[in-house]
């Protein structure tokens, strides 16, 4: 008999070890052998994580299976026309990114799971579901076979690879967006509103369908991972993960935060998943994938998220340019952006933004971060010359670039766009803006009849540059900005900080700096590898700054278009 799909399942035999079962069963006619693989990276997450470190027993009944390197098995086919292939794999990481699973719930994220046969990533998938018999609940976006209620269909790899799978007993409600049913399956214990969360969740779905022109999707799964401690979404062709102190949903601001990371992750649904740039899609899992764009991808993704909440009314206005000024803040008063242009923190995401030590702040900025400015900042400049918006431009790439010819876009593309909507030459901003490390041009505020002032300059404050921590009741540096006292007098990041001119610290080396004047000379005892050493620290002026968005003209018709 001739498989017509590759046959995946998942089962759970030795789940209380936190192991996960699974087995493939594919076509091999013609085939001296098939390499199976692991990949090294999921999409949405710009750091090679070896998934391949937690699969162990990777074997084929009889047949030899060699393994090539550290995602790589060779399965030797010996004439067989069917091919068997079992591995178990560890799952113990609760996170957005990876799996877990105990004999209470299992969450499985596709790549750590699920390896792939290369040669046959387009091929179709069945995947049949085994949950433990207390289990009542198997969630997964993707499409039921009329065979079963736990087997799916799947197009391809990609699909598989991307689509999670939540199973146990949980907490789960349904609505409706854009004539899309989506569910909410609530993973974990929390002091949740479901009704509420059926609200909130429906108002972001419905304001970014109705701005994209329609939902992608036959369906849509919000998984919400209510945890003791960590944070962070990820996004899905079809549903998104999202993490959320399980305890904070009665605390006003961190709920509000929780719904913009749910409308970040639900913008993905359209930038990212299917406007993407050209290097994201179809996706090498072996390696490291370069895109100069990940501000696009996530930076604009940023901006969506809080324009939603104020379209929902969530924010008013004037809460809005709070975390507007709040990111300026940020950015502005970060060593890092005179050393590192927007598109080399995309194209080095993988070194840098995932893999950040202690000098990253001196050197490196958030492509979140700048890109959410650029994304303002482009969105103005397409307002005040045209009858357009940064809106306008999702929708053509979407339209125009997805839907039209399946695939991702250009740099070019992407300028050539905002430009013809813009109805001027937009090369300049982006050369400015993405691509050298000049300061950011707010000017265009007062265009739209907003001040950009400075609410507290800190040049009245002795300053060294050193920030410290607690560490038991050692003073310990955490990090040192770039030509500032502390780098000049050789204090070092992991020093302990012991007294200065000659009294005990036993709070943040920070908080004495009061005491001090600007320009004064403090003695500073550390150690280093448990050596003491005494410098001599010069305090300079603070140069941080502290800029607030003020609105000057409220009747200004730029500024009601853009924050309607």
Same mark, same amino acid.
């Given at each position: 008999?001739?498989?017509?799909?590759?046959?995946?399942?998942?089962?759970?035999?030795?789940?209380?070890?936190?192991?996960?079962?699974?087995?493939?069963?594919?076509?091999?006619?013609?085939?001296?052998?098939?390499?199976?693989?692991?990949?090294?990276?999921?999409?949405?997450?710009?750091?090679?994580?070896?998934?391949?470190?937690?699969?162990?027993?990777?074997?084929?009944?009889?047949?030899?299976?060699?393994?090539?390197?550290?995602?790589?098995?060779?399965?030797?086919?010996?004439?067989?026309?069917?091919?068997?292939?079992?591995?178990?794999?560890?799952?113990?990481?609760?996170?957005?990114?990876?799996?877990?699973?105990?004999?209470?719930?299992?969450?499985?994220?596709?790549?750590?799971?699920?390896?792939?046969?290369?040669?046959?990533?387009?091929?179709?998938?069945?995947?049949?579901?085994?949950?433990?018999?207390?289990?009542?609940?198997?969630?997964?976006?993707?499409?039921?076979?009329?065979?079963?209620?736990?087997?799916?269909?799947?197009?391809?790899?990609?699909?598989?690879?991307?689509?999670?799978?939540?199973?146990?007993?949980?907490?789960?409600?349904?609505?409706?967006?854009?004539?899309?049913?989506?569910?909410?399956?609530?993973?974990?214990?929390?002091?949740?509103?479901?009704?509420?969360?059926?609200?909130?969740?429906?108002?972001?779905?419905?304001?970014?369908?109705?701005?994209?022109?329609?939902?992608?999707?036959?369906?849509?799964?919000?998984?919400?991972?209510?945890?003791?401690?960590?944070?962070?979404?990820?996004?899905?062709?079809?549903?998104?993960?999202?993490?959320? !102190?399980?305890?904070?949903?009665?605390?006003?601001?961190?709920?509000?935060?929780?719904?913009?990371?749910?409308?970040?992750?639900?913008?993905?649904?359209?930038?990212?998943?299917?406007?993407?740039?050209?290097?994201?899609?179809?996706?090498?899992?072996?390696?490291?994938?370069?895109?100069?764009?990940?501000?696009?991808?996530?930076?604009?993704?940023?901006?969506?998220?809080?324009?939603?909440?104020?379209?929902?009314?969530?924010?008013?206005?004037?809460?809005?340019?709070?975390?507007?000024?709040?990111?300026?803040?940020?950015?502005?008063?970060?060593?890092?952006?005179?050393?590192?242009?927007?598109?080399? !923190?995309?194209?080095?995401?993988?070194?840098?933004?995932?893999?950040?030590?202690?000098?990253?702040?001196?050197?490196?900025?958030?492509?979140?971060?700048?890109?959410?400015?650029?994304?303002?900042?482009?969105?103005?400049?397409?307002?005040?010359?045209?009858?357009?918006?940064?809106?306008?431009?999702?929708?053509?790439?979407?339209?125009?670039?997805?839907?039209?010819?399946?695939?991702?876009?250009?740099?070019?593309?992407?300028?050539?766009?905002?430009?013809?909507?813009? =109805?001027?030459?937009?090369?300049?901003?982006?050369?400015?803006?993405?691509?050298?490390?000049?300061?950011?041009?707010?000017?265009?505020?007062?265009?739209?009849?907003?001040?950009?002032?400075?609410?507290?300059?800190?040049?009245?404050?002795?300053?060294?540059?050193?920030?410290?921590?607690?560490?038991?009741?050692?003073?310990?540096?955490?990090?040192?900005?770039?030509?500032?006292?502390?780098?000049?007098?050789?204090?070092?990041?992991? =020093?302990?900080?012991?007294?200065?001119?000659?009294?005990?610290?036993?709070?943040?080396?920070?908080?004495?700096?009061?005491?001090?004047?600007?320009?004064?000379?403090?003695?500073?005892?550390?150690?280093? =590898?448990?050596?003491?050493?005494?410098?001599?620290?010069?305090?300079?002026?603070?140069?941080?700054?502290?800029?607030?968005?003020?609105?000057?003209?409220?009747?200004?018709?730029?500024?009601?278009?853009?924050?309607?």
């Amino acid at each position: 008999m001739t498989l017509k799909a590759i046959n995946y399942s998942v089962s759970f035999p030795d789940v209380k070890s936190h192991y996960v079962s699974v087995d493939i069963v594919f076509n091999a006619s013609g085939k001296e052998f098939v390499d199976f693989k692991v990949p090294v990276w999921t999409p949405g997450s710009y750091k090679v994580r070896e998934f391949s470190n937690a699969f162990e027993n990777v074997s084929a009944e009889d047949l030899k299976v060699s393994r090539l390197n550290k995602n790589t098995w060779r399965i030797f086919t010996n004439g067989n026309n069917q091919v068997n292939l079992s591995y178990d794999v560890y799952c113990f990481t609760v996170s957005v990114r990876q799996s877990y699973a105990d004999e209470y719930y299992a969450f499985l994220h596709g790549v750590s799971v699920f390896g792939y046969l290369e040669g046959y990533e387009d091929e179709n998938i069945e995947l049949t579901i085994y949950p433990r018999d207390n289990w009542e609940n198997v969630e997964v976006s993707l499409p039921k076979s009329n065979k079963s209620n736990n087997i799916f269909t799947c197009t391809n790899y990609d699909l598989l690879a991307d689509s999670p799978i939540a199973l146990g007993n949980f907490d789960t409600i349904s609505y409706e967006s854009g004539n899309v049913p989506h569910k909410v399956v609530m993973i974990g214990d929390g002091n949740y509103d479901l009704s509420q969360i059926k609200e909130d969740f429906k108002k972001i779905s419905d304001s970014q369908v109705e701005m994209m022109g329609g939902h992608p999707s036959e369906q849509y799964v919000h998984f919400v991972y209510n945890v003791a401690q960590g944070g962070g979404g990820l996004e899905h062709a079809n549903s998104q993960t999202s993490m959320m !102190s399980r305890w904070n949903y009665t605390n006003a601001n961190r709920y509000r935060s929780f719904l913009g990371l749910i409308a970040h992750e639900y913008f993905h649904l359209w930038n990212i998943k299917r406007i993407r740039p050209m290097e994201l899609g179809p996706f090498d899992y072996d390696k490291e994938v370069y895109s100069e764009m990940l501000w696009i991808a996530e930076g604009i993704t940023s901006y969506y998220d809080d324009r939603t909440l104020l379209r929902m009314g969530t924010y008013s206005k004037e809460e809005y340019l709070k975390i507007i000024s709040s990111q300026i803040n940020r950015l502005e008063n970060s060593p890092g952006k005179k050393v590192m242009s927007l598109a080399h !923190s995309s194209l080095l995401a993988w070194v840098k933004a995932y893999l950040p030590n202690e000098e990253s702040a001196n050197k490196t900025i958030s492509y979140y971060n700048k890109g959410l400015l650029a994304a303002v900042l482009l969105d103005l400049e397409i307002r005040k010359s045209s009858n357009h918006s940064l809106d306008d431009v999702m929708r053509m790439l979407y339209s125009d670039i997805y839907l039209k010819e399946d695939r991702g876009f250009t740099h070019e593309e992407f300028v050539t766009i905002c430009s013809k909507l813009a =109805d001027k030459d937009m090369n300049d901003f982006f050369n400015d803006v993405i691509y050298s490390i000049k300061p950011l041009n707010y000017d265009i505020f007062n265009d739209f009849g907003i001040d950009l002032s400075i609410k507290n300059e800190k040049s009245n404050q002795s300053w060294s540059g050193v920030s410290s921590k607690l560490q038991g009741d050692k003073v310990v540096i955490t990090n040192i900005v770039s030509y500032s006292p502390g780098v000049e007098s050789g204090l070092s990041v992991n =020093d302990e900080i012991i007294a200065i001119n000659g009294w005990r610290l036993n709070s943040k080396f920070e908080d004495y700096l009061s005491k001090f004047e600007i320009g004064e000379r403090v003695a500073v005892s550390y150690s280093r =590898d448990e050596k003491m050493q005494t410098t001599k620290l010069k305090l300079l002026a603070n140069p941080e700054i502290e800029y607030e968005l003020i609105i000057k003209d409220k009747a200004n018709k730029l500024l009601t278009d853009w924050l309607e």
